[in-house]
């Protein structure tokens, strides 16, 4: 199994940044791809970026490239969001996911912290 925990959510003015972290625990051995998603008041939740485990490999929605960056750190059981010039509509509970080798969707998540922005 995999646990995930997510911190480093709180309230932030516009033009602002915060970073998000991810610590996981567990079989971390399996996971293919790492990703944060969030998910607004009476939205559904969307994808914020990915990272490959192995190689690094990085991917971000339209809506945050050149403004959000994901990392993990060397030992693997870190990943990272960073956020910066935040927008109000950046508003959300941020998850993080782990997907395994074998699988096509995110099978394990966090409980989210919470990213509010204010204008």
């Known amino acids: 199994q995999l646990q995930l925990v997510e911190s480093g959510g709180g309230l932030v003015q516009s033009g602002g940044s915060l970073r998000l972290s991810c610590a996981a625990s567990?079989?971390?051995?399996?996971?293919?791809?790492v990703g944060w998603f969030r998910q607004a008041p009476g939205k559904d939740r969307e994808f914020v970026a990915d990272?490959?485990?192995?190689?690094?490999?990085?991917s971000y929605a339209d809506s945050v490239k050149g403004r959000f960056t994901i990392s993990r750190d060397n030992a693997k059981t870190m990943v990272y969001l960073q956020m910066s010039s935040l927008r109000p509509e950046d508003t959300a509970v941020y998850y993080c996911?782990?997907?395994?080798?074998?699988?096509?969707?995110?099978?394990?998540w966090g409980q989210g912290t919470q990213v509010t922005v204010s204008s």
């Open positions: 996911a782990h997907k395994t080798f074998g699988t096509t969707v995110y099978n394990f």
């Open positions: 567990g079989r971390t051995e399996s996971t293919a791809r």
């Open positions: 990272i490959s485990w192995g190689e690094g490999i990085t």
